[in-house]
């Protein structure tokens, strides 16, 4: 059985850090690209980073750009989110998800195919 289990999330106020993970279980991660999404109250979920099967292609949405990093630890299954300089429009609920096709870092929700449950990041002023 596949999971995917986020932790890191919490409440932060503007300008503060948050290292985000993602620890897999069920699946050999280095299969898969790897990538974050957000969902904040009342909007879509989209992505906010991902990161290739090897760890050396990325793609971070134009908000997060110079601010967030996504890295991977194969060997130990887990996915990670550093997030810094941090916006109350970073608040959201964070999720982690897997895709199996790793020809490319995809962008769209039903390109992936696992998920985790979310954490959520509340950014305050």
């Known amino acids: ?13 503007a300008g503060g850090s948050l290292r985000l993970s993602c620890v897999a279980s069920g699946l050999t991660l280095s299969n898969y690209t790897m990538a974050w999404f957000r969902q904040a109250p009342g909007k879509e979920r989209d992505i906010v980073a991902g ?36 916006r109350p429009e970073d608040t959201g609920v964070y999720y982690c998800a897997g895709s199996r096709a790793v020809w490319k870092v995809a962008r769209r929700q039903d390109e992936y195919d696992y998920w985790g449950q979310g954490t959520q990041v509340t950014v305050s002023l």
């Not at 986020?6 to 409440?11: D, F, I, N, Q, Y």
């Not at 050396?56 to 989110?81: E, I, P, W």
């Open 1 to 13: 059985q596949v999971q995917l289990v986020e932790s890191g999330g919490g409440l932060v106020q």
């Open 51 to 86: 990161i290739s099967w090897h760890g050396t292609t990325f793609f971070y949405a134009t908000s997060v750009k110079g601010r967030f990093t996504v890295s991977r630890d194969n060997g130990k299954k887990t996915v990670y989110l550093e997030m810094n300089d941090l």
